[in-house]
T-cell receptor, first 112, second 115 residues
Framework: DAKTTQPPSMDCAEGRAANLPCNHS???????VYWYRQIHSQGPQYIIH???NNETNEMASLIITEDRKSSTLILPHATLRDTAVYYC?????????????FGPGTRLSVLP | ETGVTQTPRHLVMGMTNKKSLKCEQH?????MYWYKQSAKKPLELMFV???????ENNSVPSRFSPECPNSSHLFLHLHTLQPEDSALYLC??????????????FGPGTRLTVL
């Protein structure tokens, strides 16, 4: 099972900031938080990841709370092309190590 | 363009056919992955290879057979599939499998339909 919980869906007006929350209350101290998105029937696209500090790149910003139990992905100026399913991921143990487990994610709809 | 390519992009096969999916990464990564995504379901990890060695088989039926001849290529051999195996099959690669090295980059996927 995924170690994260996200709202199933969100709407955002075009040009406004989209703030996507994620809870990961059981995260361990050395586990990174990753965000991916998947546009319909395409492969997931890497967005950003972080450990403790806030991170920013050309696509988005990642805000991680001080206790690391939750995070927020921020798309500063959402466009229609940002409509996708957004996945928040923390690695989980599997048989021979640890790996990503994708949950159902948040379906973001950017509205004109 | 993520540097991970998959062929074919679409495949239709009968239950008695044998086919193979191919994945190639041009990123110099050491780990490669196969995922399955059925309709309206989250991605499911199938296999993990690290330095050409299989490190994870996530209880996948034997009708799916992976092959990793080198760190750049990954195959998924299919035989006697069932209609419920119809799905999007995704390949990914990462530099490593731990710490900050395991950012996975995905290919576009192969849409498989089993008749």
């Amino acid at each position: 099972d995924a170690k994260t919980t996200q709202p199933p869906s969100m709407d955002c007006a075009e040009g406004r900031a989209a703030n996507l929350p994620c809870n990961h209350s059981t995260i361990s101290g050395n586990e990174y938080v990753y965000w991916y998105r998947q546009i319909h029937s395409q492969g997931p696209q890497y967005i950003i990841h972080g450990l403790k500090n806030n991170e920013t790149n050309e696509m988005a910003s990642l805000i991680i709370t001080e206790d690391r139990k939750s995070s927020t992905l921020i798309l500063p100026h959402a466009t229609l092309r940002d409509t996708a399913v957004y996945y928040c991921i923390v690695r989980v143990p599997i048989n021979y190590g640890q790996n990503f487990v994708f949950g159902p994610g948040t379906r973001l709809s950017v509205l004109p | 363009e993520t540097g991970v390519t998959q062929t074919p992009r679409h495949l239709v096969m009968g239950m008695t056919n044998k086919k193979s999916l191919k994945c190639e990464q041009h990123l110099g990564h050491n780990a490669m992955y196969w995922y399955k995504q059925s309709a309206k379901k989250p991605l499911e990890l199938m296999f993990v290879y690290n330095f050409k060695e299989q490190t994870e088989n996530n209880s996948v039926p034997s009708r799916f057979s992976p092959e990793c001849p080198n760190s750049s290529h990954l195959f998924l051999h299919l035989h006697t599939l069932q209609p419920e195996d119809s799905a999007l099959y995704l390949c990914a690669s990462s530099q490593g499998t731990s710490g900050g090295l395991d950012t996975q980059y995905f290919g576009p996927g192969t849409r498989l339909t089993v008749l």
